[in-house]
């Protein structure tokens, strides 16, 4: 098999993920047998697409796409002139990602099949709160719903609008005793029947972290996510030294080599890579088996697109050392309505195993007859 063409779509109104539309692009590969791949990535889809059409194509053309390590390597030789860890390794996930699902269709198999088969039955999620319950005002509200629905952990940022406020710089004690309320009152009510872990978005600065992280303590959080940027390591090992609440990171490092650093300094006790970031799913599970060395479990990141959510699935399903994955109920339940031909949504609070072939979903038709979709193409 030959790969005869690669092709990317472009959803310029973008999806409603997060606070607002957030633009993705989809990455087709085509072959002379007449099967197609898809992959995924996001935001900024121009600048991902241009490193596709103008460096990627060029290796992939007239391969065969069933090499996927050797086609990965030599992706990355093509954009390794310095600094690859952006809209250059955002491309290579999403044709990562195709490789996959085209090897799946090959052999008529579901992906985590070829990952290394199914490590459980059902997979264990909690529910980020970008939702229409506002986890500020109503957390308790929330919370119900979830438990309701079979979700046992859930994962909120009240601390973000006083980053905002404070550029990350400093936190009085009424702005803790604020951030720290609607965790209390999950706690207050529910004990702990619900898992709450505390995401920060990289705005902190170290003592503020710090002292976020002590007051936090008492009302034992699942974990703390990214309370300052990911460029400094020593600085995080530094924050982990004074909690002993786990830290968890981060979707911002991509491949390898940006975790080995990660878990060389050993700050992280959950490791949190995403599929369309850190280099496909071939990276994420090298990625993952590097913290398996260290007795780390996983939890990937799943908070963007419909094809990334598909992918973290098939992962999900294959990790001997899975935590638990991330799903946004918004997501699965509205928004990526229409844009692909099948979505796996919780059943009793857990993913059932993804279907196949491959990643199990194309895009829907529908969506290349929108008049806000551009499709270009490189192709032999
Ligand atoms: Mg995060």
Known sequence: MKITAVETIYLKSGIRVHAGPVQYLWVRL??????????????????AQAVIHSALAGVLLGRDPSAIDKLWADMLVAVSYSGWAGAEMRAISAV???LWDLKGKALNA???QLLGGASRQSIRTYNTCYDRVDFLTEPVKLA?????????AMKIWPFDSIARQNSGQFITPEQIRAGIEPLGRIRDEFGGRMEVAMEFHGYWNLPSAIRIAHALEPLAPLWLEEMLPQDNLAAYRELKDATRTPLCLSERLMTRWGFRELLANGAASIVMPDLCWCGGLSEAKKIASAAETHYLPVAPHNCGGPLLHMASLHLAANLTNLHILESVRRHYSDEYAGLLTQLVTPVNGEFPLPPGPGLGAELDPAVLRREDVFVERSSL
Request: no cysteine.
């Open 30 to 47: 085509h072959t002379d047998e007449g099967l197609s791949g898809l992959g995924e990535t996001y935001p900024f889809p121009l600048a």
């Open 110 to 112: 579901p992906v985590y």
């Open 144 to 152: 119900q719903e979830l438990y309701d629905s079979g979700i046992r």
């Open 96 to 98: 990562d990602l195709a």
